[in-house]
């Protein structure tokens, strides 16, 4: 029995959802010529004016945001409203550069916690459950996200923040929460904990909704296993207000996006064409009814394929996969794009430790990719046939995800420089 | 009757083996057959020691990876068509030899070779009733 927020919109034909958004579209452009100088700026840059927007087909028209425009434009320089207007900031925990800082009206928060109520109603939830909301509170948007919509929804919400794992339990176990939502990294932490101390039968948890990071299929089914949960995906950035752009349904094969908010395209991370449904490239949203920051083709620097196919959920929204790397990371080889978070997944998935290095050269004027994997005690044989046969392996799943040849070095333990950081997992020796 | 054999893997590095058979030296391991096996780009070193327990433990402890081994010790005569007598048994009874090579020991006029056979059944009926000779662990001062 498929359960929705707000099933008039969430079900809403293809059509409708298209009509509403050219129409929020239009009104959306205007309003940021009138009153985001900087991107009138840009638009004027590129010779476009809000006449030239007609529908969503004349979307590609108009230029990109990205996260350098946000630090340039830090903190006011893309407001859409006066500040007394707007009730609240969030901000990204950057690592380099200046933050960002994200603005609210009342009504962007109202919209922005119904996309969240609708991901806890997707996953199983109702005002008969208790939210456990163990995102961090405060600047990061986690927190208040999920939050907000589990009010929405009438959860009993239990405003945990993350941190102090034994209050974590405590709460758990005595109040009877039945929906987790955090981030997968915690949750499998809180899962192993309760696992070691045998608390399974303590729980009453049903279901978890998880995102903010990157995890894989197989942390899903570790999670699920250890709190006999169904565990959901989210999707958000503070640039496009927060979780719950995008959410899983039931059929657990991708996120929906909320097209009613928001518009989401794919473009070539090189070019910025724009690609064809189920291409892999570059999620691009516009925010098509966000007030105080009303962000238009903001380019999220992950990487993605949007789905149009029916969902068995009854949801008509378009469904974007599980982002499989960050633009930046990409590697165009022999004219194919290759992710190292790709590599990743074929090496984890075939027994090999994550810790890799990809080498990237030019020979003979061809691009060649070799990867690099530690042996292991367990792959090792006194065979050489049986260590050729598990290489030949290792090459023939890389060549089905990556679509090209690699070529697999198999080098001692240790070899490859463990992490103190960041990995330096890949080496361009074409840019020398 | 098998003996004990360490495989350590080998990346197609300069050094890597000299490094192996120092840390044994240093360690007072007295290595007593070595065969080494590779392709391009990797390979491995098969070894008999006379203390295998404490030559895996010291290659552990330095990272490598490795694996025991069985493999058969078998006595050769010390003279022309020694070995030969020896394969044509092997290859009249059908029986798979993966990889073999010669132990440095020799000792009243005999040779040992190392030879590695996963069919045990077939190695035993192969050899019976014939004049080949097995050696021990104890036989070669192999612990
Ligand atoms: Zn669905």
Redesign the interface.
């Known amino acids: 029995m498929p359960n929705y927020y707000q099933p008039e919109i969430e079900t809403m034909p293809y059509e409708d959802i298209r009509a509403l958004q050219n129409e929020r579209l239009l009104k959306q452009v205007r309003h940021v010529w009138d009153n985001v100088p900087y991107y009138r700026k840009k638009m004027e840059e590129k010779g476009v004016t809000p006449d030239d927007i007609q529908s969503i087909d004349d979307l590609y028209k108009l230029p990109f945001l990205s996260k350098d425009d946000l630090r340039e434009a830090y903190p006011y320089g893309l407001l859409g409203m006066p500040l007394s207007e707007c009730v609240r900031i969030h901000s990204t925990s950057g690592t380099t550069g200046k933050r960002v800082v994200a603005f609210y009206t009342q009504h962007d928060v109202d919209l922005w916690e119904d996309c969240c109520a609708r991901a806890i109603v997707a996953a199983g939830g109702t005002k008969e459950d208790v939210c456990h909301v163990a995102y961090g509170y405060g600047l990061f948007t986690g927190g208040a996200g999920l939050h907000g919509g589990s009010h929405k929804v009438g959860c009993l919400t239990l405003p945990m923040s993350s941190g102090n794992t034994d209050r974590q339990l405590q709460f758990m176990t005595d109040l009877g929460s039945t929906i987790l939502c955090c981030t997968p990294s915690y949750a499998a932490y809180l899962a192993e904990s309760i696992y070691e101390r045998g608390l399974r039968d303590q729980i009453k948890l049903k279901a978890g909704i998880f995102g903010a990071e990157a995890w894989s299929e197989d942390m899903r089914r570790d999670i699920e296993d250890k709190l006999g949960i169904k565990a959901y995906d989210i999707y958000g950035l503070t640039e496009t207000s927060g979780p719950g752009v995008a959410f899983e349904c039931s059929e657990q094969t991708g996120m929906h996006i909320n097209e009613d908010h928001f518009i989401a395209e794919i473009i070539n991370p090189e070019t910025g064409e724009v690609l064809p449904e189920g291409s892999k490239g570059e999620l691009v949203f516009t925010a098509i009814t966000k007030e105080a920051f009303p962000l238009l083709r903001y380019r999220t620097r992950d990487i993605c394929v949007l789905t149009r196919k029916k969902c068995s959920c009854g949801r008509t929204h378009v469904k974007m996969s599980k982002p499989m790397g960050r633009s930046d990371d990409m590697l165009i080889i022999r004219g194919v794009n290759v992710f190292p978070s790709q590599i990743e997944t074929v090496l984890l998935q075939k027994g090999y430790p994550a810790n890799y290095q990809i080498v990237v050269d030019r020979v003979n004027n061809s691009d060649t990719l070799e990867v690099m994997v530690e ?3 367990e792959m ?5 046939g049986q ?2 046969r598990m290489e030949k392996e290792l090459v023939a799943a890389l060549k089905a995800m990556l679509g090209i040849m690699a070529k697999v ?7 490859i420089a463990r992490s103190e950081g960041k990995a330096v997992r890949v080496i361009d020796k074409r840019k020398i | 009757m098998t003996i004990h054999q360490i495989s350590v893997f080998l990346e197609n590095r300069t050094g890597q083996l000299a490094e192996i058979t120092r840390l044994l030296a240093e360690n007072n391991v007295n290595l007593r057959a070595i065969s080494i096996a590779e392709t391009a780009d990797y390979g491995l070193a098969r070894m008999i020691v006379d203390d295998s327990h404490k030559a895996s433990a010291i290659l552990l402890e330095h990272g490598d990876i490795l694996s025991m081994t069985p493999v058969w010790a078998v006595e050769v005569p010390d003279r022309p068509a020694g070995l030969s007598e020896l394969l044509t048994v092997l290859a009249e009874g059908d029986v798979a030899v993966e990889y073999m090579y010669s132990l440095f020991t020799h000792k009243d006029g005999h040779a040992y070779m190392v030879l590695r056979i996963t069919d045990e059944a077939a190695f035993t009926a192969a050899i019976a009733g014939t004049d080949i000779k097995l050696v021990g662990m104890e036989e070669l001062g192999l612990k």
């Open positions: 042996m292991t005690p090792f044989s006194d065979s050489l260590i050729a070095k198999l080098v001692a333990p240790k070899t």
